[in-house]
Structures are given as structure tokens and as C-alpha cells.
Nanobody, 122 residues
Framework: QVQLVESGGGLVQPGGSLRLSCSVS????????MGWYRQAPGKQRELVAIITDDGRTNYADSVKGRFTISKDNAKTTMYLQMNDLKIEDTAVYYC????????????????WGQGTQVTVSS
């Protein structure tokens, strides 16, 4: 069974930094695409950043130049380095495995973590 667990959230002042981690466990062959999403109170969940198996990345306009998505060489942990945080970055951040190869030719989609709270406040 595939599980995703986020960590690294917390309270930070405007202009500060945080690094989120997402660990993937379970018997899988590879992770094809992963992403970070966030949901602020009263708002819809939105895409923050995506990274593909070959390292291509894509970011929401609101975080470009401030956030960096990455993954480790084993491709089982994903990170989100968040710099120059703003009050409007306050949200619950979710890790998503958009596409996983369980075995060659067998795929699963949309596995979510439980979320980690990021609060930016002075």
C-alpha cells in the first residue's frame, strides 16, 4: 500500500524559510510525477509545484523564484524549499503522487499525504 507522509511545516515570520519533505513508502517500481498542493482557509486546493521522473519542474506563478521542488536520488522523497515566505503562503500543504508505477505496465494515480500546516505570521 502506497503512503505519503509530509513533514516540515510550522510557524515562520514573513521573509523566512521552511523546507517541506514528503516520504513515499510502499512497494513501488517508480514515481512518475509528484507535486505539492496547498489549501488556504476558505479557498480551493491549488497546485504549487510539480516534478517529473526526469527532473522537469513546473511552478505556480505565485511561487516562482521563491520555492524550489526537488527529489532525492532514490526518488522516494520529495522536497519543497520555500524562501521569502509571505503571509499569503499560509495554507495546509499536501504532497501528491500524481502517477506511480507499481510494476511495469501497472499504474496508480493521485495518492495524497495528510497535509502539513504552514503558517506565515509576524
Amino acid at each position: 500500500q502506497v503512503q505519503l507522509v509530509e513533514s516540515g511545516g510550522g510557524l515562520v515570520q514573513p521573509g523566512g524559510s521552511l523546507r517541506l519533505s514528503c516520504s513515499v513508502s510502499g512497494t513501488i517500481f517508480s514515481i512518475n510525477k509528484m507535486g505539492w498542493y496547498r489549501q488556504a482557509p476558505g479557498k480551493q486546493r491549488e497546485l504549487v509545484a510539480i516534478i517529473t521522473d526526469d527532473g522537469r519542474t513546473n511552478y505556480a506563478d505565485s511561487v516562482k523564484g521563491r520555492f524550489t521542488i526537488s527529489k532525492d536520488n532514490a526518488k522516494t522523497t520529495m522536497y519543497l524549499q520555500m524562501n521569502d515566505l509571505k503571509i499569503e503562503d499560509t495554507a495546509v500543504y499536501y504532497c501528491n503522487a500524481l502517477k506511480i508505477t507499481i510494476t511495469p505496465g501497472r499504474y496508480e494515480y493521485d495518492h495524497w499525504g495528510q497535509g502539513t500546516q504552514v503558517t506565515v505570521s509576524s
